[in-house]
């Protein structure tokens, strides 16, 4: 069993909390920006990239706030990724806090670019861009 990094990243989006909750916990929301297609049977989720295809579960799921997945190749490991939306109670401001998890520090780093570039899709899908 690998140990991997924990990172976390925040993303304002300037859309409202219900509107982004379909886009990062539905099939057709999730295919507008992170994925070429997603689908799901039951709480697999089968997300497609130019012919390549990885599988994830759903671990949990708070309606409007959060969903939680963990890729199927690490089906025996504690390692997942959330995608949760957190609302400024002052402000209203609305952020995408991302948690995942990267081997080490190069492929945080990496990892990180990949979330920037596929949340500036959503953010252009959503018109926040």
Do not use: C
Not at 22 to 32: F, V
Not at 34 to 52: K, L, P, Y
Not at 59 to 67: D, H, Y
């Amino acid at each position: 069993m690998s140990t991997k990094v924990k990172y976390e990243m925040e993303f304002p989006i300037q859309a409202s909390p219900s509107l982004l909750y379909q886009y990062i916990s539905t099939p057709s929301g999730l295919s507008e920006w992170f994925a070429d297609n997603v689908n799901s049977r039951g709480e697999v989720f089968t997300f497609i990239w130019e012919g390549s295809e990885e599988q994830a579960k759903l671990l949990s799921k708070k309606s409007g706030e959060r969903i939680k997945l963990r890729w199927l190749d690490d089906e025996d490991e504690p390692y997942f990724f959330e995608l949760r939306i957190q609302v400024d109670e002052i402000t209203k401001d609305v952020s995408l806090m991302i948690t995942d998890f990267a081997e080490d520090e190069d492929e945080i780093k990496e990892g990180k670019m990949l979330w920037e570039n596929m949340v500036t899709d959503l953010k252009h899908v959503l018109g926040s861009a």
